[in-house]
């Protein structure tokens, strides 16, 4: 498939700028309506405004001065003067058998996401980072991106200091710890922290024996962080992420760096003592109590935070792995920290590359509050996907020629990762598994289903046919206009970082496609017209499986 809207974007600003003169963008659209064409332009409108002149005559000069027969029917002039462009269905066909090209653009993009903490489950917060976070290391990479994955796994901190005092303390070893029992021993360690001041005190002292490197605590620390990995990495395999041990760079790593951080920033005037912490003020950063808003970067305690990790994985990012735009992929909660971040990052100097927070808001359980056990803990990842894909399997039963086991799994886990995906990511959404498996409507088993039934009727087809020759059907017709804008919804999520538009498009393909099913038969037709569809169900199965390979969900042949 190669694009047409840029050809004939081209073709209209060339004839604007034979008729009067200025280069104007002709931001031609997909038509809101069939009866407005395949495109539509309000170019004339613009321009009409700027000259003060009825619209309708500059569209008429604009159609006059447009060469375009060769692309198009001819040109109408629509309402108050929109010119609308109909593609002949040789240029369609054209199109559509064309391969598309995407350039390389060098940049090397860095993705901070998934980001779970050792010593706890994985929750469905990390569900979200870590389907969204995929999709869009997929999408970058498709359209030219060098992409590197950063896991900035939470394996620091204070609370450690606390847990590997009360392992010790109970005398028990880190290698018969699960996942299960460090939560516990951090449960344990919490209240006892709370309860008993020199325990706190030891405690404290910990954690300054972590950060400083003492060979004991880091063997026990470092079984934690092990123990934990593994954990993430059985739920990354269940989930198909991408993720590996190579991506995780958790806040640990930034250890070293801290203090040349808080050096630099005191360096350059950028911090004050506050209440005994060192903390940088930004001029419109304000609380709600209409306080300045302190970015801390050292603590009262001496120890470092959350962010001045962040700062020097910033440093990290642009000075060593050289990151031409960064992107973190966290929960809509943190706005405020990587606002501030960013700013203080810009402020000192370390950071002139674009850096975006694609935040996302919370998915919530069936009465519309924060997704939570009865008793008010974190629902444990693994279980939530396990569920999803015997609710799979279940809907698969009796079906013949599959591999059941494989296809659940495809099934139950794409439901999730369509159902986290296809919504603006803004948005909060109930985890309702019923209606992420559904057959029907805006799902992902809706859109697999989709891509298995092509498979099979090109199966049957018993024919190869790639070039589509003839498009007389309306129905066909508005699935190869469809087909043609794949690479420019795939820019469009690498520019927005908006997964979910590309999830309303393979729905639109989906759609048109059953619309085509039911105007234009395939397997009954004879001759020219049926390699011709034959080769547009090729193009469709394509473009469902590349789109669904996109957002990281499998595409299986028969369901
Ligand atoms: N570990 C954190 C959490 O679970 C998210 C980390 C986000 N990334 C970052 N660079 N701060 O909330």
């Known amino acids: 498939m190669s694009a047409v809207l840029p050809v004939l974007s081209t073709r209209l600003s060339a004839a604007a700028t034979a008729a009067f003169?200025?280069?104007?963008?002709?931001?031609l659209r997909s038509a809101t309506k069939p009866e407005f064409g395949h495109f539509q332009s309000n170019l004339a409108l613009r321009i009409g405004n700027a000259l003060g002149k009825p619209p309708r005559e500059i569209a008429a000069q604009l159609v006059a001065a447009l060469d375009i027969d060769d692309l198009c029917r001819p040109p109408e002039i629509a309402g108050p003067g929109f010119i609308n462009l109909t593609l002949l269905p040789q240029t369609l066909a054209k199109a559509v058998n064309e391969p598309e090209t995407f350039g390389s653009n060098g940049q090397r993009v860095v993705v901070d996401y998934s980001q779970p903490n050792v010593a706890k489950q994985m929750h469905v917060g990390h569900l979200r980072s870590t389907v969204i976070g995929d999709a869009l290391c997929n999408v970058l990479r498709f359209v030219g991106y060098d992409v590197v994955r950063q896991n900035?796994?939470?394996?620091?901190?204070?609370?450690?200091?606390?847990?590997?005092?009360?392992?010790?303390?109970?005398?028990?070893?880190?290698?018969?710890?699960?996942?299960?029992?460090?939560?516990?021993?951090?449960?344990?360690?919490?209240?006892?922290?709370?309860?008993?001041?020199?325990?706190?005190?030891?405690?404290?002292?910990?954690v300054v024996a972590l950060q400083s490197g003492d060979p004991e605590t880091r063997a026990i620390w470092?079984?934690?962080?092990?123990?934990?990995?593994?954990?993430?990495?059985k739920v990354y395999a269940l989930l198909g992420s991408a993720l590996?041990?190579?991506?995780?760079?958790?806040?640990?790593?930034?250890?070293?760096?801290?203090?040349?951080?808080?050096?630099d920033l005191l360096k350059q005037g950028l911090l004050v003592e506050s209440e005994g912490a060192m903390c940088a003020f930004l001029p419109g950063y304000l609380g709600r109590d209409g306080e300045p808003l302190p970015v801390i970067v050292r603590k009262s305690d001496g120890g470092f935070g959350y962010s001045a990790t962040d700062l020097a994985a910033v440093r990290h990012r642009v000075n060593t792995l050289h990151a031409d735009r960064i992107v973190y992929v966290v929960d809509h909660r943190q706005a405020l920290h990587f606002d501030m971040i960013v700013t203080l990052a810009r402020t000192a100097h370390w950071l002139d590359v674009p850096a975006e927070h694609v935040?996302?808001?919370?998915?919530?359980?069936?009465?519309?509050?924060?997704?939570?056990?009865?008793?008010?803990?974190?629902?444990?990842?693994?279980?939530?996907?396990?569920?999803?894909?015997?609710?799979?399997d279940a809907l698969l039963a009796g079906r013949e020629g599959i591999n059941r086991e494989a296809t659940a799994r495809a099934v139950g886990i794409g439901a999730v990762k369509y159902a986290d995906l296809s919504s603006d990511r803004g948005n909060d959404y109930v985890f309702d598994l019923d209606r992420m498996v559904a057959m029907t409507g805006n799902t992902g088993p809706y859109l697999q289903y989709a891509h298995a039934r092509l498979t099979r009727l090109l199966a049957k087809a018993g024919q190869d046919a790639t070039e589509v020759t003839e498009l007389e059907d309306p129905a066909e017709q508005r699935l190869a206009l469809l087909l043609t804008g794949f690479a420019a919804t795939v820019e469009q999520v690498a520019e927005t970082l908006q997964p979910h538009r590309l999830c309303t498009y393979l729905y639109d393909v989906?759609?048109?496609?059953?619309?085509?099913?039911?105007?234009?038969?395939?397997?009954?037709?004879?001759?020219?017209?049926?390699?011709?569809?034959?080769?547009?169900?090729?193009?469709?199965?394509?473009?469902?499986?590349?789109?669904?390979?996109?957002?990281?969900?499998?595409?299986?042949?028969?369901?």
């Not at 590996?244 to 808080?262: F, I, K, W």
């Open 152 to 206: 900035h796994v939470g394996d620091w901190g204070t609370q450690y200091g606390m847990m590997i005092e009360q392992l010790l303390d109970e005398g028990i070893t880190a290698e018969s710890l699960d996942l299960e029992g460090l939560q516990r021993l951090y449960e344990r360690s919490r209240k006892h922290f709370d309860a008993d001041g020199t325990f706190a005190d030891r405690s404290r002292l910990r």
């Open 359 to 392: 935040s996302f808001g919370t998915v919530l359980g069936p009465n519309g509050k924060p997704f939570k056990t009865r008793e008010g803990g974190t629902i444990k990842l693994v279980e939530l996907l396990t569920g999803a894909v015997d609710r799979a």
């Open 222 to 233: 470092r079984h934690m962080v092990d123990v934990s990995l593994d954990d993430f990495d």
């Open 510 to 559: 989906a759609s048109a496609l059953s619309v085509f099913y039911e105007q234009c038969p395939v397997l009954s037709s004879e001759g020219e017209t049926r390699a011709s569809r034959i080769a547009l169900c090729t193009a469709t199965r394509k473009v469902l499986q590349d789109g669904l390979g996109l957002l990281g969900i499998e595409a299986p042949d028969a369901m």
């Open 21 to 27: 003169g200025t280069s104007y963008d002709p931001e």
């Open 244 to 263: 590996t041990r190579q991506d995780v760079y958790g806040e640990s790593a930034y250890n070293d760096d801290l203090p040349h951080v808080v050096d």
